[in-house]
């Protein structure tokens, strides 16, 4: 599998970059299938795509929003990645509230990740999704240590317990359903995220690696994330 690496100049041209990867991913979607279906990542590093998303102009109507983890708290709870997008970039545009699919993780991690399988029943493969990646080499909720969800038979959804970052309780689209997109976007920024990188460069197993696209991966970088060795 192909990984590609962009080391963008500075966080302009990351920003750029990164719009660039969206727009593309949207128009040969609405294009195709008339339906734009994007899994969004978490965490603070895309926070600065999503504020400038929200400045856009987009057919917003067409737009299939999904969620590649989140973490098992209350609805409206601050540390919830759907909050957390729905307040930088979603509430300030007009994608339909039925487009948005939240995962339900106040059910608990077990009835959450099989409450989403289903929702994604039926679901094709996504146009873009998004993700990050940790110091420790996981994206979405997937850690070291535990299951990727990469086998054939894995669900689209899988409950996470005992999580090294808290909260423990999480759920997290596999590997596998991951791996189901036309086109993969790895977001990267900062000097911490630098080791990752070079084990992933190495071949070393982590879980982002995990994440095989026919097409393959992009992954984005600042400066500071990346590596030479």
Known sequence: MQTRWTVAKD????????????????HEALGRAGAFHIVLAGGGTPLALYRALAQEDHDWRHWQVWFGDERCLPPDHP?????????????????????????????????????????LAGVGDFDLVLLGLGEDGHTASLFPGHDWGEAAD???????FAAPKPP???VSLSARRLARARRVLFLTQGA???????????????????????GGVD????????SES
Request: neutral net charge; without cysteine.
């Open 79 to 119: 540390e919830r990645n759907s909050v957390m997008v729905r307040q930088a970039w979603l509430d300030r545009v007009g994608i339909p509230a039925a487009n948005v699919h939240v995962i339900p993780a106040e059910l608990g991690a077990e009835a959450a990740a099989e409450r989403y399988t289903q929702t």
């Open 11 to 26: 966080r302009s041209d990351w920003l750029q970059r990164a719009l660039t990867h969206v727009h593309a991913a949207e």
């Open 154 to 160: 894995a669900a689209d959804a899988l409950p996470v």
């Open 168 to 170: 423990p309780e999480r």
């Open 192 to 214: 911490g995220k630098r080791e990752a990188v070079a084990a992933w460069r190495r071949g070393e197993r982590i879980p982002a690696a995990a994440i095989q696209p026919p």
């Open 219 to 226: 992954v984005l970088l600042d400066r500071e994330a990346w």
